[in-house]
């Protein structure tokens, strides 16, 4: 008999770290994954010297529309697209974006517009999410990754200043 209780007990420890294991592994891919992206979006406003957004809708929009839009914002969710981001589908109650708007693509983006003397700088807050949820216990937690752009002093952008 005291052989099976203690075999009880070492099978419940190895599930524990097993659940333990597959938890960080998920957090750890997710994290990769939105960091990747908001690195990606900031050199994207980098290269293009602001934000531009797209005319268009982007998430009702084809492949081949999608490519001829030469846009920032058409360029961001091109590329959230083609290495699998899983965005959350925010509703207008429940939007995570503290400052700044929701792109589509599931980021939120801020255009901040400090002066410095006569030279005005403009920079670009970008935040991604990692969507976490427990299905067991059915709780979804959405935790935010920012990275902010270089210093640019031409704005191709048409966001106003926050």
Known sequence: MREAIGSTWLIGIVITFIAIFSGFLAYSISYTKAFRVKNEIIN??????????????????TDTELKEDNTTAAKA???IKSIGYDYAKFDSSSNPCKEGTLQTGGYCLAKYCPTNGETSRIYYKVTTYISLSIPIINVGINLPISGETKALYNDNGGFDCE
């Open 44 to 61: 994207i406003i980098e290269k293009n010297e602001g934000f531009k957004s797209s005319p268009n809708d982007l998430t009702n929009i």
């Open 77 to 79: 969710f091109r590329f």
